[in-house]
Nanobody, 124 residues
């Protein structure tokens, strides 16, 4: 059983930056691909970014390419999401998730464990 705890959310103005962190415990972190999802009110949960076990492979949704960067530190059991040039449409609850696979998968049902989420609000 993997336990995930997100942190780093908050309120920021348009154009600002935030760095989200997700700390994992209870499992071998390097056995899991990791993803960051977000869900805005009234919308479906969507994948923002994902990273393979080693960090060699990454995926970004088109809406965040060039603005967000995912990374991981397997020695600290932590995955990060650096978010720059934030826009009001980035406002959502952001969740990290773990997928026990060697692949980088982009759909939520593939992920085995989820954090509780952290709110990101971008003001206009």
């Amino acid at each position: 059983q993997v336990h995930l705890v997100e942190s780093g959310g908050g309120l920021v103005q348009t154009g600002g930056s935030l760095r989200l962190s997700c700390a994992a415990s209870g499992g071998t972190f390097s056995n899991y691909a990791m993803g960051w999802f977000r869900q805005a009110p009234g919308k479906e949960r969507e994948l923002v970014s994902a990273i393979s076990r080693s960090g060699a492979i990454t995926y970004y949704a088109d809406s965040v390419k060039g603005r967000f960067t995912i990374s991981r530190d397997n020695t600290k059991n932590t995955v990060y999401l650096q978010m720059n040039s934030l826009k009001p449409e980035d406002t959502a609850v952001y969740y990290c998730a773990a997928d026990q696979t060697a692949l980088v998968r982009i759909t939520a049902p593939n992920y085995d464990y989820w954090g509780q989420g952290t709110q990101v609000t971008v003001s206009a």
